[in-house]
């Protein structure tokens, strides 16, 4: 998609009135060798006069990103620091990679790597073959009933991630949740689930996919409406059945939509869902080994540790990391199929 | 052969009702929960249907109903002004980069995207708003970090960049100046698209918490989503809110923890829930308009 951006500007460049004056140069008959440096400066300036208009409607939006996104990239630093808040950040006194040789010490750096790069795994794979397989079979539904599904799939991408944490307590509440209910009207002993780690992996999943796969659906699905139906024709012609269909033009078709998204959350690797695995085990002690990915870990570190340098050499670690992750997934997918890249 | 053909397609529709149900009945159960009895709470636990009905739960959160709609005034607020604000600097930036005859277009997309890449992460955006913006318990701290998303200015721009050429070019020859073209030729022209990404903002903006979390502690300034936060992390929010208890002198004891607890969920979540969903296409378009190639 970045790809557009760059050909839009560099190849099908539109003569405008006035830019053929920019082409030769204000000053045509200024030998151009004896004042190069000059006439460069110059023709500079007059192209940013006559683009000066555009720019400056640009401007508000460039400067906001400056303040919100670069600024804030010289505050990394803070990560080589014992941060003080009296001290402030300049003031506060370096200490090389004190906190990266602290936080790679303990097993924590593992931990929430693991299992940030484990789940977003386990997302990306159940995620994308359910909404892939829940799109093809809607296809096959008519449509008035289709759109009833649709919605109903899509309701809880309207939620919060703090109310879905309501519903999930409503089920899993140790004294009056539905399940333990459920369990003890059964027979069976209730569950600690807020106290209890091993189960959460299965949960996270099933919830993260309750959320997201209605509109993961509906992604694919509005993919498949757009494939050409003669394709289906055809093949309904030569006596193909619905499965040779899905097989052999809904997926081929689907694969480069499929592909984009798939490097987008290969990208997002090292970016955990905070809400999801913050809210959902209602933030508890208990379950950090395996519900504690890097996103927690920072704001915890932050907001209730207090460990500042800490929070920020991790947050280093992950934006370093993740931008690693996105040029290689990209670079790969260059190399196989340059059509499919982002840029 | 067609009767073989019918069972598949029964066998379908079943499948799409149980998936269904699995995706609304959990809210179901919130509502059961929030318009239960107490007492029948505590004796049956959360169950789909409840033995005793009671609103005792709502009336509580009624009665005194300030903390609630004070944080639908914030939230409201935040939303219409970060909407507003957020949806003409994506489209003035969005704009400037779809003129493939601007000549700094490459290096402002580079600049806007890279954003999107790599970030200084959480502690530097934290120290510049509490340390050097100040803006710790300001609704500015709700509105600005999520201003302007790189991702809506690619969906505006894969909109603007359909937009021909020539309308420009013919304004620019009765002599208008680029400001005046992009305000009464290019907006106008872009409604549609204006009416897709200003509910997506909307929508982010509503269900905002994260911003909320780390820079609201004034009572007076909490959103919805952080009302809730705190609420699903302790009940005790709701009853050491001295508004709900002085006012109405109530007897901790009886006061419907669990039931209120999902009420206020209800009340809080409810309304959006209702809405949103009558816009349902639109959250599909923004994402395959610009974005995907295509």
Same mark, same amino acid.
């Given at each position: 998609?970045?790809?557009?951006?760059?050909?839009?500007?560099?190849?099908?460049?539109?003569?405008?009135?006035?830019?053929?004056?920019?082409?030769?140069?204000?000053?045509?008959?200024?030998?151009?060798?004896?004042?190069?440096?000059?006439?460069?400066?110059?023709?500079?300036?007059?192209?940013?006069?006559?683009?000066?208009?555009?720019?400056?409607?640009?401007?508000?939006?460039?400067?906001?990103?400056?303040?919100?996104?670069?600024?804030?990239?010289?505050?990394?630093?803070?990560?080589?620091?014992?941060?003080?808040?009296?001290?402030?950040?300049?003031?506060?006194?370096?200490?090389?990679?004190?906190?990266?040789?602290?936080?790679?010490?303990?097993?924590?750096?593992?931990?929430?790597?693991?299992?940030?790069?484990?789940?977003?795994?386990?997302?990306?794979?159940?995620?994308?073959?359910?909404?892939?397989?829940?799109?093809?079979?809607?296809?096959?539904?008519?449509?008035?009933?289709?759109?009833?599904?649709?919605?109903?799939?899509?309701?809880?991408?309207?939620?919060?991630?703090?109310?879905?944490?309501?519903?999930?307590?409503?089920?899993?509440?140790?004294?009056?949740?539905?399940?333990?209910?459920?369990?003890?009207?059964?027979?069976?002993?209730?569950?600690?689930?807020?106290?209890?780690?091993?189960?959460?992996?299965?949960?996270?999943?099933?919830?993260?996919?309750?959320?997201?796969?209605?509109?993961?659906?509906?992604?694919?699905?509005?993919?498949?409406?757009?494939?050409?139906?003669?394709?289906?024709?055809?093949?309904?012609?030569?006596?193909?059945?619905?499965?040779?269909?899905?097989?052999?033009?809904?997926?081929?078709?689907?694969?480069?939509?499929?592909?984009?998204?798939?490097?987008?959350?290969?990208?997002?690797?090292?970016?955990?869902?905070?809400?999801?695995?913050?809210?959902?085990?209602?933030?508890?002690?208990?379950?950090?080994?395996?519900?504690?990915?890097?996103?927690?870990?920072?704001?915890?570190?932050?907001?209730?540790?207090?460990?500042?340098?800490?929070?920020?050499?991790?947050?280093?670690?992950?934006?370093?990391?993740?931008?690693?992750?996105?040029?290689?997934?990209?670079?790969?997918?260059?190399?196989?199929?340059?059509?499919?890249?982002?840029? | 052969?067609?009767?073989?053909?019918?069972?598949?397609?029964?066998?379908?529709?079943?499948?799409?009702?149980?998936?269904?149900?699995?995706?609304?009945?959990?809210?179901?159960?919130?509502?059961?929960?929030?318009?239960?009895?107490?007492?029948?709470?505590?004796?049956?636990?959360?169950?789909?249907?409840?033995?005793?009905?009671?609103?005792?739960?709502?009336?509580?959160?009624?009665?005194?109903?300030?903390?609630?709609?004070?944080?639908?005034?914030?939230?409201?607020?935040?939303?219409?002004?970060?909407?507003?604000?957020?949806?003409?600097?994506?489209?003035?930036?969005?704009?400037?980069?779809?003129?493939?005859?601007?000549?700094?277009?490459?290096?402002?997309?580079?600049?806007?995207?890279?954003?999107?890449?790599?970030?200084?992460?959480?502690?530097?955006?934290?120290? =510049?708003?509490?340390?050097?913006?100040?803006?710790?318990? *300001?609704? #500015?701290?709700?509105? %600005?970090? $999520?201003? /302007? +998303?790189? !991702?809506?200015?690619?969906?505006?721009?894969?909109?603007?960049?359909?937009?021909?050429?020539?309308?420009?070019?013919?304004?620019?020859?009765?002599?208008?100046?680029?400001?005046?073209?992009?305000?009464?030729?290019?907006?106008?022209?872009?409604?549609?698209?204006?009416?897709?990404?200003?509910?997506?903002?909307?929508?982010?903006?509503?269900?905002?918490?994260?911003?909320?979390?780390?820079?609201?502690?004034?009572?007076?300034?909490?959103?919805?989503?952080?009302?809730?936060?705190?609420? =699903?992390?302790?009940?005790?929010?709701?009853?050491?809110? *001295?508004? #709900?208890?002085?006012? %109405?002198? $109530?007897? /901790? +004891?009886? !006061?419907?923890?669990?039931?209120?607890?999902?009420?206020?969920?209800?009340?809080?979540?409810?309304?959006?829930?209702?809405?949103?969903?009558?816009?349902?296409?639109?959250?599909?378009?923004?994402?395959?308009?610009?974005?995907?190639?295509?």
């Amino acid at each position: 998609m970045l790809k557009r951006v760059t050909m839009a500007s560099g190849t099908e460049h539109v003569p405008v009135p006035g830019a053929g004056l920019a082409e030769q140069g204000p000053y045509p008959d200024s030998p151009r060798g004896t004042q190069k440096k000059k006439s460069w400066f110059r023709r500079e300036l007059h192209h940013f006069r006559n683009n000066r208009e555009l720019f400056l409607l640009s401007l508000p939006g460039i400067l906001y990103k400056l303040i919100f996104a670069y600024i804030p990239m010289i505050g990394l630093i803070i990560a080589f620091k014992n941060y003080r808040y009296d001290l402030g950040m300049f003031g506060s006194k370096w200490v090389g990679l004190d906190n990266f040789r602290y936080l790679f010490a303990t097993d924590t750096a593992w931990r929430i790597t693991r299992n940030t790069v484990l789940y977003n795994t386990a997302y990306i794979l159940v995620g994308t073959s359910a909404a892939l397989l829940l799109a093809i079979l809607l296809n096959e539904i008519k449509a008035k009933w289709s759109k009833f599904y649709q919605t109903a799939l899509f309701l809880p991408h309207f939620l919060s991630w703090v109310l879905v944490g309501y519903v999930a307590y409503a089920f899993l509440n140790h004294s009056d949740g539905f399940i333990n209910r459920t369990l003890e009207s059964l027979g069976f002993d209730p569950v600690s689930w807020y106290q209890t780690a091993a189960p959460w992996p299965f949960i996270l999943i099933l919830v993260q996919l309750w959320k997201v796969v209605g509109f993961n659906t509906l992604i694919y699905f509005a993919g498949i409406m757009g494939i050409n139906s003669e394709y289906y024709e055809a093949a309904r012609i030569d006596g193909a059945t619905k499965w040779q269909m899905a097989i052999k033009i809904t997926i081929p078709q689907l694969a480069p939509l499929v592909i984009i998204m798939l490097i987008l959350s290969i990208g997002n690797m090292f970016r955990g869902d905070f809400g999801l695995h913050y809210f959902i085990p209602n933030n508890s002690g208990f379950l950090y080994g395996s519900t504690d990915i890097i996103d927690t870990y920072v704001y915890r570190a932050l907001r209730e540790v207090g460990n500042v340098s800490m929070s920020a050499a991790t947050g280093f670690y992950q934006s370093v990391v993740g931008l690693v992750l996105v040029l290689t997934a990209n670079g790969i997918v260059k190399k196989i199929n340059p059509d499919h890249s982002m840029w | 052969m067609p009767k073989k053909f019918e069972i598949s397609k029964v066998l379908l529709n079943l499948l799409f009702i149980l998936l269904s149900l699995a995706v609304i009945l959990p809210f179901l159960l919130v509502i059961a929960v929030s318009l239960t009895d107490e007492k029948s709470l505590t004796q049956n636990g959360y169950q789909f249907i409840p033995e005793t009905v009671s609103l005792d739960a709502y009336r509580y959160l009624l009665d005194s109903p300030d903390v609630l709609f004070r944080a639908y005034g914030v939230t409201i607020t935040v939303t219409v002004v970060g909407a507003l604000l957020g949806l003409l600097l994506t489209a003035m930036t969005a704009y400037v980069i779809s003129r493939p005859d601007y000549r700094y277009n490459r290096p402002t997309t580079f600049y806007v995207f890279f954003t999107m890449l790599f970030s200084g992460g959480l502690v530097p955006s934290y120290i =510049l708003i509490t340390q050097y913006l100040h803006l710790k318990d *300001s609704l #500015f701290a709700l509105i %600005l970090p $999520i201003l /302007l +998303s790189p !991702f809506n200015i690619m969906v505006m721009k894969g909109f603007m960049s359909k937009i021909p050429l020539e309308i420009i070019e013919s304004a620019k020859i009765d002599g208008a100046r680029e400001f005046r073209i992009f305000f009464r030729i290019i907006l106008p022209l872009s409604t549609p698209a204006l009416a897709t990404l200003g509910l997506l903002i909307s929508f982010s903006y509503w269900n905002e918490w994260f911003n909320a979390m780390l820079y609201i502690d004034d009572p007076n300034k909490v959103p919805l989503q952080l009302l809730l936060v705190r609420t =699903l992390n302790s009940i005790e929010f709701l009853t050491s809110n *001295s508004e #709900f208890t002085q006012a %109405l002198g $109530i007897d /901790l +004891s009886s !006061f419907p923890n669990n039931s209120a607890r999902m009420a206020i969920a209800v009340l809080a979540g409810g309304p959006m829930l209702v809405i949103f969903p009558f816009f349902q296409r639109f959250f599909v378009k923004g994402l395959t308009v610009g974005s995907l190639k295509g």
